[in-house]
């Protein structure tokens, strides 16, 4: 049966509420429309950084070009200072905005910034500091990308390496689970993995995987600088042509009866064990 179209009464009713409706009170929109409202639309030229960690430490760490920061009225003066001297566009919006831009999961603090990607780096780029380099074979999810980040600043580790493909964005929850470690870090996106480990060696680096079921535990193997931990995605593990680069791989040995740990743990530990034996063993 077919519906019969609206009266002439009931389409100037909706027009009128349409010219009076608030403006943060959007229409349902299609699958992968981008939100209306005063944000950019998303595209890969278009970063959003939120909540207070990620948003200050992207406005003072000078890596990327700023666009636009929103803050609800609340939040604005904790960050108004790194703003101004940043020199970026602020807007005043409603927390709700951000939290239907965002996502009501979102723990947004009030602020959102919206910047361009961090420069491009590749492995010439890497400046060695700390000695020691991470590379994520296929981790995926960007929860645990952003708490690799996180430790990875922690510990002073000189760069992250990952797969232009099977890795998350390095945007939104990953940045907000980074808590500003996304602007301290060198990221280094390759296109094949095992060929950036071979490269990795011929400049002297020794490559160590790490796996539950590795022969040797790091807690006893050799190492020295530079040195590039390599961690496999949960449940794969390292694949095979990553494993075969790596001069060693090695497990974490653990006393409990469970003798894995989430990935972004896992690193935790594992770079806790690294940090501590580098740092004891002779300098040159």
Known sequence: MSRRPPSKDAARRHEARAKTARPHEPRERAHGEAPRGPFRAPSPEVVTLYGAHAVREALRGGRRKLLTLYATESALPRIAG?????????????????????????????????????????IGDIESRSGVTLALDQVTDPHNVGAILRTACAF????LIVTERHSPEFTGVLAKAASGALEHVTIVSVVNLARALDELRERGYS??????????????????RPLALVLG?????LRRLTRERCHRVARLDLPGPIKSLNVSNACAATLSVIHMRLSAAPKD
């Open 207 to 224: 490559v160590i995987g790490l796996d539950s079921e590795g022969a040797e535990p790091i807690e006893t193997i050799p190492l020295a």
């Open 82 to 122: 790194l703003a101004q001297s940043a020199g970026v566009e602020t807007r005043l919006v409603e927390a709700r905005d951000l939290s239907r831009r965002l996502g009501e999961e979102a723990v947004h603090q009030g602020l959102l910034l919206e910047a361009r990607p961090l420069p491009e780096a590749d």
């Open 233 to 237: 995605a949960e449940g794969k593990g």
């Open 156 to 159: 002073g580790v000189d760069a």
